[in-house]
């Protein structure tokens, strides 16, 4: 078995404020993936790698940049926090970004923007 | 329109009794995964299916590529069983993996 470790837990950050996310996973999975869950809702793509040094938009890439410094690591950047913002991120990985790739999830990274 | 569509979107279930989540796509998906989101917010993986059927406990699970569903199934639901599910089909349009809206289970004694 693997996991995925998510870096920070909570996150406060103010208005205009850069601010970033980090995921490591032990799966030796190629495929590493951000996404974003509003209260209530389901979870929105927002960049995902398919290996080291790559990067793809998702569905809500603008406002965000990532980075896949290694195979084993995928960081999220929030630009510029948005004021009253609060969301959950979810890292996750899977073997292969085809459809024989199995997503894993970490616990998740809460983001309070005062 | 929503490409996965959950239905119940909310369900309150006696403990002990059955019941069924189900998932409708319009998107060719060629894998479906479920998960169930805990109240902490931690998403543990139920299934990951191609077509046909699994079951794993007191949980089974259904996908028909063909139809454009899925379906989840629920036998002697128990407390511990509450929270939010959800499913996610592989989009082979864009190579990847679409996430419902949710059905979020209160499961009570």
Request: overall charge positive; proline content about 2%.
């Amino acid at each position: 078995g693997g996991i995925i470790t998510q870096t920070p837990k909570f996150l406060i950050g103010q208005e205009g404020q850069k601010l970033t996310l980090k995921c490591q996973q032990n799966f030796n999975h190629d495929t590493m993936y951000w996404y974003r869950q509003d209260s209530g809702k389901g979870l929105r793509l927002i960049y995902y790698s398919i290996t080291e040094n790559d990067l793809q938009k998702g569905d809500l890439s603008e406002g965000y940049d990532a980075s896949r410094e290694k195979k084993s690591s995928f960081s999220l950047t929030v630009t510029s926090a948005q004021k009253n913002e609060m969301a959950v991120f979810l890292c996750a990985s899977s073997m292969t970004g085809g459809d024989t790739g199995q997503l894993y999830f970490g616990e998740g990274s809460k983001l309070t923007v005062l | 329109g929503d490409k996965v569509k959950q239905s119940p979107s909310a369900l309150s279930l006696q403990e002990g009794t059955n019941s069924a989540l189900r998932c409708n796509f319009s998107i060719a998906a060629t894998t479906v995964q479920w998960f169930l989101q805990n109240p902490r917010g931690s998403l543990m993986n139920l299934f990951y299916l191609v077509p046909g059927t699994k079951e794993n406990g007191r949980l089974k699970s259904a996908f028909d590529s063909k139809e454009s569903y899925s379906t989840l199934h629920i036998r002697d639901a128990q407390l511990e069983d509450s929270g939010t599910y959800f499913c996610a089909a592989f989009n082979t349009g864009n190579y990847k993996y679409v996430f419902g809206a949710g059905t979020r289970l209160k499961v009570i004694a």
